[in-house]
């Protein structure tokens, strides 16, 4: 598959194992900042989840283009989606640096 890209045309994160799961997959632009979160599906398909759509999973949703990655893992347990392991630690990284 090749590597799914948002609607801006920049690159996603995907890892390999992504791709073969099988199941949506939660991602962001590999890129310094996002203004949504994009799920890839196994057909290679990508939707945008925007980030009005962690609201209500904790107070604090996202802050300067960041989501939060509790939102984020919230969001993707309660639909049977998994969180590309990339961009789970570039929001990570990104959330501890606009928190600090």
């Keep these: 598959m090749k590597t799914p890209e948002s609607k801006r045309g920049i690159p996603l994160f995907f890892a390999t194992g992504s791709q073969n799961c099988g199941i949506p997959v939660v991602t962001v632009e590999n890129y310094c900042i996002w203004y949504d979160l994009y799920l890839v599906f196994p057909s290679g398909m990508v ?11 904790v ?5 300067d283009h960041t989501p939060n990655p509790l939102a984020v893992m919230c969001l993707a347990e309660e639909n049977g989606f998994v969180v590309d392991k990339d961009a789970w630690q570039a929001m990570v990284d990104q959330w501890e640096e606009v928190n600090s």
């Design 47 to 57: 939707a945008i989840i925007e980030y009005d759509n962690l609201e209500k999973f």
């Design 59 to 63: 107070d604090t949703p996202y802050i």
